[in-house]
């Protein structure tokens, strides 16, 4: 069983930053990809980001330069620093993880929980 905890979301006006945090934990043997993924009200899940173990990123085009992805291999942590945030960034924000587990061959995929990022004034 593994679970992934989110935080960081909130209310942000347009311009500025919020840091998302996602903390992998359980039967884990290896996190391989980490990532970020939004889903708007009426639209469908999107791609934000993705971080490989040695560290490889790759960025949606609407976030490169304004976001950045960042883990930490020894905590199964994923990280998105966002700035100059836009009402367009307004969305449900999920972590994604592959990863080797107990009990389980192959790679296995989880899903956070999702945290509401809002970008108002």
């Known amino acids: 069983q593994v679970q992934l905890v989110e935080s960081g979301g909130g209310l942000v006006q347009p311009g500025g930053s919020l840091r998302l945090s996602c903390a992998a934990s359980g039967s884990i043997f290896i996190v391989y990809t980490m990532g970020w993924y939004r889903q708007a009200p009426g639209k469908q899940r999107e791609f934000i980001a993705t971080i490989l173990r040695g560290g490889t990123t790759n960025y949606a085009d609407s976030v490169k330069g304004r976001f950045t992805i960042s883990r930490d291999n020894a905590k199964n942590t994923v990280y998105l620093q966002m700035n100059s945030l836009n009402p367009e960034d307004t969305a449900a924000y999920y972590c994604?993880?592959?990863?080797?587990?107990?009990?389980?061959?192959?790679?296995?995929?989880?899903w956070g929980q999702g945290t509401q990022v809002t970008v108002s004034s």
């Open positions: 994604y993880v592959s990863a080797s587990v107990v009990d389980t061959t192959g790679l296995t995929e989880y």
